[in-house]
């Protein structure tokens, strides 16, 4: 079984640049999940997408950060413009329909390593 | 306070030995609770789940909540180089509640 796929892998840019992060989840799952991992830091959820609509997107910067699901399978997380703070790793993870259960089992991607300058 | 806290280390041990990371936490509505192993330049993969209170057991794994003090634990028997890793303790409400990780601990097994 394939994982998820994200790319880029590495990123770098300077402060107020734009910069797009790709996903592609395990075939079948209908949760899927960005997370940003400051360095020292657990991963923190910055939107969660139940097919293509979302679920909770209450810790994501929305002046700068936006992200979409479209047909529900691959999503996209854009950061415009990125500043200092903005570096980090950037997680995608998917899961199988929560339907209002946990989400325990999620699978993560290797992630997009994010340096701004 | 944060809501779930850890030991960041780093931890340092023989191999062979037994190995015992906790996490505290405290929000009383969490239900799951969850370890993630996270090797460097690599995304989480998870390890163990628990649901409320309890033991658990998985081979060389064994994870432990005490919801009363609001603190849980993994240990690691015969502890093995390849688990030198960032173990997450990471833990969940129900329904649609997202999932909050803890800061994570840095192991390292020296042969």
């Known amino acids: 079984e394939a994982g998820v796929a994200q790319s880029p892998r590495y990123k770098i840019i300077e402060k107020r640049q734009s910069v797009a992060f790709w996903c592609n989840p395990i075939?079948?799952?209908?949760?899927l999940y960005w997370y940003q991992q400051i360095l020292g830091q657990g991963p923190k959820l910055l939107i969660q997408?139940?097919?293509?609509?979302?679920?909770?997107d209450s810790q994501l910067p929305k002046d700068r950060f936006s992200a979409e699901r479209l047909k529900g399978v691959d999503s996209t997380l854009k950061i415009q413009p990125a500043k200092l703070e903005d570096s980090a790793v950037y997680l995608c993870?998917?899961?199988?329909?929560?339907?209002?259960?946990?989400?325990?089992?999620?699978?993560f991607g290797p992630g997009t390593r994010l340096t701004v300058t | 306070q944060k809501e779930v806290e850890q030991d960041p280390g780093p931890l340092s041990v023989p191999e062979g030995a037994i190995v015992s990371l906790n996490c505290t936490y405290s929000?009383?509505?969490?239900?799951?609770f969850m370890w993630y192993r996270q090797y460097s330049r690599k995304g989480p993969e998870l390890l163990m789940y628990?649901?409320?209170?309890g033991n658990k057991e998985d081979g060389r794994f064994t994870a432990q909540v005490d919801k009363s003090s609001k603190y849980i634990s993994l240990f690691i028997r015969d502890s093995q180089p390849s688990d030198s890793a960032t173990y997450l303790c990471?833990?969940?409400?129900?329904?649609?509640?997202?999932?909050?990780f803890g800061p994570g601990t840095s192991l390292s097994v020296i042969p």
């Open positions: 628990t649901y409320s209170s």
């Open positions: 993870a998917s899961s199988l329909d929560r339907v209002g259960g946990p989400s325990y089992e999620q699978y």
């Open positions: 997408f139940q097919n293509n609509g979302v679920v909770d």
């Open positions: 990471a833990m969940e409400g129900t329904s649609y509640d997202k999932v909050i």
């Open positions: 929000n009383s509505a969490f239900q799951y």
């Open positions: 075939s079948g799952h209908a949760t």
